[in-house]
């Protein structure tokens, strides 16, 4: 059974001893999932916390899950994708698309049951961020990085207008003066790009290496060899990744 990692879920559903039995089965696999009796207390959490998946009964003690749609449209910056769960009759079917509901599921006593239901709607962040910096990584690039006479190899972890976040084991001062040494290959073609600046301290990881203005121009020409999609990708993913 696959492991649910960075997927957070609310459970919605006036069974309490149900929402408890799918509520810690899907933590026992990683999921972040909380569960909750009624529309009330679903508003209440939705103001401090974002949620991937909502999974939440048709009928609640106040009121049907198309007036907490509704609510949640008005409210919400960013819509969790809704699942029903219930039977439903067929009228209520047409209305599920027209308020953005993703799927609706019987309620299984065995919550591996339901989790085969609802396996195509969850997926893993990490996989998919590390999959996603693959695919549009920088290749052919070698960051080398020239540190008190001494020449290290570094790695580029995301490539701004005036500034490069970096990994290394070596460490590092932060305000030290330093020379990165870039080198781009092109098929047979290779260019070497030199650029002066200083360490600086990243808030989310590695260091940050930040272009002297004198040198920016050559980071400028640096930059105009690569692909605008390989910018800031580190940021991007972890946006649409709600990390």
């Known amino acids: 059974m696959k492991r649910l990692n960075g997927n957070s879920l609310l459970i919605i559903d006036g069974d309490q001893n149900y929402s408890e039995k799918v509520s810690t089965y899907l933590i026992s ?8 009796t009624s529309q009330a207390e679903a508003k209440l959490l939705f103001k401090s916390f974002d949620f991937d998946l909502v999974l939440c009964s048709y009928y609640l003690t106040d009121g049907i899950i198309h007036q907490l749609v509704d609510w949640c449209k008005c409210k919400l910056e ?3 994708v809704f699942v029903v769960l219930a039977d439903i009759q067929p009228m209520d079917k047409s ?17 591996a049951d339901l989790l085969n239901d609802l396996e195509n709607l969850l997926f893993d962040f990490d996989k998919f961020y590390q999959g996603i910096r693959e695919m549009v990584e920088p290749r052919g690039i070698k960051f080398e990085m020239l540190v008190n006479n001494k020449n290290m190899e570094i790695e580029g972890i995301e490539i701004n207008e005036k500034s490069l976040l970096l990994s290394t084991q070596a460490e590092l001062d932060i305000n030290s ?3 990165v040494r870039i080198t781009v290959f092109d ?11 200083f360490i600086g301290q990243s808030s ?19 930059l105009s060899k690569l692909d605008k999609r390989q910018f800031k990708i580190n940021a991007f993913m ?5 990390l």
């Open 187 to 197: 098929g047979p073609v290779m260019e070497t790009f030199l650029c002066s600046g």
């Open 78 to 80: 960013t819509m969790p």
């Open 204 to 222: 989310d990881e590695g260091f940050i290496f930040n272009v002297y203005p004198n040198y920016l121009e050559a980071w400028a020409r640096f």
């Open 238 to 242: 972890k946006k649409v990744s709600g």
């Open 29 to 36: 696999l990683g999921a972040q999932c909380t569960y909750v």
């Open 177 to 179: 003066q330093v020379i």
């Open 95 to 111: 209305l599920m698309s027209q308020y953005t509901i993703s799927g609706h599921f019987r309620k299984r006593e065995n919550p």
